[in-house]
Nanobody
Framework: VQLVESGGGLVQPGGSLRLSCEASGLLFNFYTLDWYRQAPGKQRELVATITSGAATTYVDSVKGRFTISRDNAKNTVFLQMTSLKPEDTAVYYC????????WGQGTQVTVSS
């Protein structure tokens, strides 16, 4: 199983980024998919979840700004991030869970002027 994130980078406050995570080696349609993030010196935090039935949940700090979605035909989960703030700076990780749990390697998002 492999999860490969992409789309991170440096963006100014108020800007947008779209993260992608392409999965291989698993029955993608059946997995719940999450985006986590970890800022320096902080614990890893659950940001957004999308179930196999496409139900979504978000941590309060990103509600109204981030949108998680999935494309089962492409085995890919996305995180659209808008109105980015410096406190969104972190390494963002893709996570897939059903019976087993799998992680991507992470992609850095830096929000700074």
């Amino acid at each position: 199983v492999q999860l490969v994130e992409s789309g991170g980078g440096l963006v100014q406050p108020g800007g947008s980024l779209r993260l992608s995570c392409e999965a291989s080696g698993l029955l993608f349609n059946f997995y719940t998919l999450d985006w986590y993030r970890q800022a320096p010196g902080k614990q890893r935090e659950l940001v957004a979840t999308i179930t196999s039935g496409a139900a979504t949940t978000y941590v309060d700090s990103v509600k109204g700004r981030f949108t998680i979605s999935r494309d089962n035909a492409k085995n890919t989960v996305f995180l659209q991030m808008t109105s980015l703030k410096p406190e969104d700076t972190a390494v963002y990780y893709c996570h897939a869970v059903r019976v087993n749990s799998y992680w991507g390697q992470g992609t850095q998002v830096t929000v700074s002027s």
